[in-house]
């Protein structure tokens, strides 16, 4: 996964460690036992997270080049997936089409897709995924930090209710058409 661990990483975890009652850190490698274990499950937080819905924000549009060898069958081109792809949200296509590895496999010679990318930087992701973030990150570290059940089971539900308030939040706004006729008074 491409994440710069830099700084702005290290301020998510410590709003998780700080949620778990432990020890702070000034690095991701600073050698400490709650660094150790940030640095280890921060990206499958960021995969998680990111994973679990169709961010606007982390939404991307490209058009793919394609590749100089061609699938051996089945389809025409092979079209590599950009570094940060996380997930494919759509193709602007009418044919068939597989992901293969970091290739999508189609018959369309010009190639269309909307992804969700992975965050690179911290202070890019809007602040409600990243609370989300933080809850997530808090209960994976609760037990091996803290062996408390209770503490576990309370940041579970507290991250279960701030992905849905993140969801709710990244819609804000979204305006999408009606179907006709909905506004009909059906007498």
């Excluded at 940030?38 to 490209?62: H, I, M």
């Excluded at 037990?143 to 308030?165: D, F, I, K, V």
Aim: net charge negative; charged share 20%; proline share 5%.
């Amino acid at each position: 996964m491409p994440l710069t661990m830099i700084n702005q990483w290290v301020t998510i975890c410590n709003r998780a460690l700080s949620r778990i009652g432990t020890q702070l850190i000034s690095s991701l490698t600073d050698g400490s036992t709650p660094a150790i274990y940030c640095n280890n499950l921060l990206p499958e937080v960021v995969q998680s997270v990111y994973g679990q819905y169709d961010w606007r924000s982390a939404k991307k549009r490209l058009q793919l080049s394609a590749l100089e060898d061609v699938p051996l069958y089945g389809f025409s081109y092979a079209y590599q997936l950009p570094n940060d792809f996380m997930r494919l949200v759509s193709v602007d296509s009418e044919n068939e089409y597989q992901i293969e590895g970091t290739t999508l496999l189609s018959s369309d010679e010009d190639m269309y897709i909307t992804y969700i990318g992975y965050p690179v930087e911290a202070d890019k992701v809007p602040g409600y995924i990243a609370h989300a973030m933080v809850t997530y990150l808090a209960f994976l570290l609760s037990t091996p930090l803290t062996s408390n059940e209770g503490l576990t089971q309370r940041l579970l539900a507290e991250y279960q209710m701030a992905l849905e308030q993140a969801k709710v939040a990244d819609n804000a706004g979204r305006y999408e058409t009606p179907l006709p006729g909905w506004y009909e008074d059906v007498r």
